[in-house]
């Protein structure tokens, strides 16, 4: 497969380094569906700062990605790597269920991730890891009866005032909730009441900081889409009374004609240097919010807290500048378990090797239907059909399992190619590409075995859709009929984005030219059943 894109308790250092001159950078941070950040900086792992994101359904989840420069990006592990964590998602039938927002925390040499998982009931769950690095170094979590979703963890310490308990501060019923948890049993304390925000709907995404004898609690507000916001209150108890900030929301684009929109869900954290950021979800729509098939993504502003004072955090915009640290990324080369994000793929599955930590499954897969470079195939990935197609029908359940792998989309502009051995011998047996949001909306290419107006059983390229999206025209589909020529050796399958509106659909056999099969307006696979995720290009 060939993948070719063109283009806390918050940890507080005792020192701080004078403050690194301002450098421009890039927004998105986390290019590609990572909705719902969630980052903390580790000063005793080699000054690295790490975030995660929101998975849902997909497997592996809860992806940890580290940076020691906040430019470069890497994924570290995968907190979410194995059945046992949650065997409920095998029976998870929401497209849009799942583990939602998690929080990262880091607190005496512990990295603790806290997350909500919506399933066939809704549990929450906290993981634990002393070595981000290595995916299987997470815990089994521990289960807890969450309130809510969005769950975030702070310590209220004794030597600053506190009750020395560890509270869970979640989103339940239009507003915002906390409770006492205990790390190693998972028992909860009694919910009280804290804010429900500032009048938007939905208050959610909750992160609560103890500075300068104040609790801080910042909040999403309006829901996710083009009037999402974050706002904040302060209380010099932590049950409130909580008194909101006189410049709220502190971050939104609403009412603007910013490329980003639906910025909100935040959460603030200090680098080695002592400088503030802001991170939070964003999509690349405009504000018409009709065109964004790579969902919501993590962008990064810089803030500045003064002493006593309410944070201020800029706008967020694609170019930015601040002080990012003088360290760069390159030390994590050989660290972890993915790549560093916004670099090209080109994967050739090499003998002895394992699928790659940043390709996913919907739900779990069927283990047997994948294998690399199996007997007498070397540099290859073998799929094994599933009795299902991606969609299933009346009688599908969500353990059939569909035989499917996926890399997310990063770049606006990109060519995705992968090069397909495969006879069908059975009539609608196929195998390909496909764009995937959920399975009731994809766009897929690939080669059938089809019934021809000559009653004859025919191997065909097939060009579908299923589902439209926010998109309301004609949806192209067709099918070529393949010659004995093209069935000779492997056919090359591709998507290309030729713009952020349209993505082009082709074929090549070795030593032909590339045939075209159409092109799908990015809407189809934008919105509707999956407007809370974003675009994949897969195998299936």
């Not at 890497?74 to 065997?87: D, G, H, V």
Request: hydrophobic residues 35%.
């Amino acid at each position: 497969m060939k993948i070719l894109p063109i283009l806390s308790s918050i940890l507080c250092t005792a020192w701080a380094s004078p403050t690194p001159p301002e450098k421009p950078y890039t927004n998105p941070l986390l290019p590609g569906w990572n909705s719902d950040p969630s980052c903390v900086h580790a000063a005793d792992h080699n000054d690295t700062t790490f975030c995660v994101t929101s998975t849902f359904i997909a497997f592996p989840g809860l992806p940890v990605y580290a940076s020691q420069d906040l430019q470069t990006w890497k994924l570290a592990s995968n907190a979410f790597n194995r059945p046992s964590q949650i065997p409920g998602l095998r029976e998870t039938t929401n497209q849009q269920g799942g583990l939602y927002a998690a929080t990262l925390r880091y607190r005496g040499g512990k990295f603790y991730v806290i997350v909500s998982f919506l399933g066939p009931s809704t549990r929450g769950l906290l993981f634990t890891s002393v070595d981000p690095f290595r995916s299987e170094a997470w815990s089994e979590p521990v289960e807890f009866d969450v309130v809510g979703i969005d769950p975030d963890l702070f310590w209220d310490d004794e030597d600053d005032g506190g009750d020395g308990k560890v509270y869970v501060t979640s989103a339940d019923d239009q507003r915002i909730q906390q409770y006492s948890l205990d790390l190693e049993t998972g028992e909860t304390g009694p919910a009280v009441d804290l804010w429900n925000g500032t009048g938007g709907v939905s208050p959610e995404g909750p992160h609560v900081y103890k500075r300068d004898g104040w609790y801080y609690l910042l909040i999403a507000e309006g829901g996710t889409e083009v009037d999402h916001a974050v706002t904040m209150a302060r209380s010099r108890k932590r049950t409130g009374p909580w008194e909101p900030c006189p410049h709220n929301p502190v971050l939104t684009n609403r009412d603007t004609t910013q490329y980003f929109q639906t910025v909100g869900h935040a959460d603030l954290f200090q680098d080695g240097n002592g400088s503030w950021w802001a991170v939070a979800l964003g999509t690349r729509s405009g504000p018409e919010w009709v065109t964004y098939p790579m969902g919501r993504e993590t962008v990064m502003a810089p803030a500045t807290w003064a002493e006593g004072e309410w944070p201020v955090i800029e706008p967020v915009r694609g170019q930015m500048q601040g002080p990012l640290p003088r360290k760069d990324s390159r030390s994590l080369q050989d660290r972890g378990e993915g790549p560093f994000i916004k670099r090209p793929d080109r994967l050739d599955f090499a003998p002895g090797s394992a699928i790659p930590a940043h390709l996913v499954y919907w739900r779990y897969p069927k283990v047997d239907h994948f294998a690399v470079s199996p007997a007498g195939h070397p540099h290859t990935l073998r799929l094994t059909p599933a009795f299902a197609n991606l969609s299933g029908d009346a009688s599908f359940q969500p353990d059939d399992g569909i035989t499917l792998i996926a890399r997310r989309q990063t770049d606006t502009l990109f060519t995705y190619t992968v090069d397909v051995d495969f006879s069908p011998t059975v009539v609608d047996e196929e195998a390909g590409i496909t764009l995937f949001l959920t399975q009731r909306q994809h766009v897929d290419l690939g080669i059938v075995l089809l019934e021809s107006a000559r009653g004859e059983l025919t191997p065909s390229l097939r060009l579908r859709a299923e589902g439209r999206g926010n998109y309301e025209g004609d949806i192209p589909t067709k099918t070529i009929e393949l010659s004995r020529e093209w069935l000779k050796k492997p056919i090359r399958l591709g998507i290309r984005a030729v713009s952020d509106e349209t993505y082009e659909f082709f074929a090549r056999s070795k030593g032909r030219s590339e045939t075209v099969l159409g092109s799908v307006d990015a809407k189809v696979v934008s919105g509707n059943t999956g407007k809370f995720t974003g675009e994949w290009a897969l195998l299936r």
